[in-house]
């Protein structure tokens, strides 16, 4: 079966040589015929240093790992976004890539959530161009709850009290958008957070032909996708021709991240194709996950794998 990961990351400042060369090999490991480089990562504190240069890596990354690989660009701050997103798209990307907006941690620093007005031109342009846009938004629930969040999620900051938005404002965020750009090509990066809301996941892809679900782990997605895995199967029947895979593997690809990855490919082989109950673990998450496999048919899951992504592409 033909696999693409479709959602990875430049972290780490690597000559592109190197960064391939560890995405080949996870690529080797896990099967996937090639990448899709999202230019901007969580990461971005030093924003004026490398991270400035976020779009020239991702196209360095894209022509490295060659013929089947594919990069979406990243919009900087500023209010030409439109025609930014236009260069990118005349420089070779394949596509666009949102997180500033929808990634509340960004908030204190980038108060404009994707309804603002700054956004407006950008998403015109993008619905009437056909432009793939994936798009970062939200986090999940426990995020506004300290006693819940993850160590990971701690660590990294991603814990929010009263001075942020609200998850539930994030949520109206996003369905505003849609409601305003009701035909725009854009996947809503895992899962848009909607595993906690599975029937609101039906109800968006029933309404906008255009939305694609990014299936990348948070690996809280499938434990949630588990609690209701009658509904999740259905969706995947339904949807699966609009879901497309991805692992936010980083291009420094050593040690626990390495581990994390191998973690997420064993739960989400398991989630989609495997039977029964099962818990994963391994050193980069002690605690273990526990997933339900769906059995989805092979034709879905050739679908998810890979030819989704090429139709959201405009490519099949
Ligand atoms: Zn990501």
């Known amino acids: 079966m033909k696999k693409i990961d ?14 391939a060369a560890y995405l080949k090999d996870m690529c ?21 240093g490398y991270h400035a240069h976020y779009n020239e890596a991702a196209l360095a990354l894209k022509k490295e790992m060659g013929e089947g690989s594919f990069a979406f660009g990243c919009l900087h701050y500023g209010e030409d ?16 890539k949102l997180l500033r907006g929808g990634k509340p941690n960004y908030y204190k620093a980038y108060p404009h959530l994707y309804d603002d ?78 595993s906690e809301n599975i029937e609101k996941a039906f109800e968006l892809m029933e309404s906008y032909p255009g939305l694609y679900m990014d299936m990348t782990p948070a690996l809280n997605i499938y434990e ?39 973690l997420k490919n064993a739960v989400t082989d398991h989630f989609f194709a495997g039977e029964g109950y099962r818990e994963f673990s391994n050193e980069s998450r002690p605690k273990p996950v526990g997933v339900t496999g769906l059995q989805l048919p092979q034709v879905v899951l050739e ?14």
Not at 143 to 162: C, F, H, M
Not at 231 to 254: E, H, I, P, W
Not at 305 to 316: E, Q
């Open 117 to 194: 007005p700054l956004y407006a031109e950008f998403f015109a342009l993008a619905e009437e161009r056909y432009i793939p846009i994936i798009m970062h938004n939200n986090d999940p629930a426990y995020g506004w709850d300290l006693a819940k969040a993850t160590p990971r999620a701690i660590q990294n900051g991603w814990v929010y009290d009263e001075t942020y938005p609200t998850h539930q404002r994030y949520f109206e965020a996003a369905e505003n958008v849609l409601r305003r750009y009701p035909r725009l090509k854009i996947a809503l990066a895992h899962m848009g957070f909607y």
């Open 303 to 316: 679908q998810l794998y890979y030819h989704n992504a090429m139709r959201f592409l405009g490519r099949a």
């Open 28 to 48: 080797c490991r896990h099967g996937y015929s090639g990448i899709n480089v999202l230019s901007y990562c969580y990461n971005a504190a030093d924003y004026d």
């Open 81 to 96: 976004y439109a025609e930014q997103a236009s260069a990118c798209m005349a420089a070779g990307f394949d596509g666009i």
């Open 224 to 262: 949630e996708l588990s609690q209701v895995p009658e509904r999740a199967r259905a969706f995947f029947l339904q949807y699966g021709d609009r879901c497309f895979f991805g692992t936010d593997a980083s291009n420094l690809l050593v040690g626990e991240a390495r581990a994390y990855n191998d």
């Open 6 to 19: 479709f959602h990875i990351h430049i972290e780490a400042d690597l000559p592109a040589a190197e960064s």
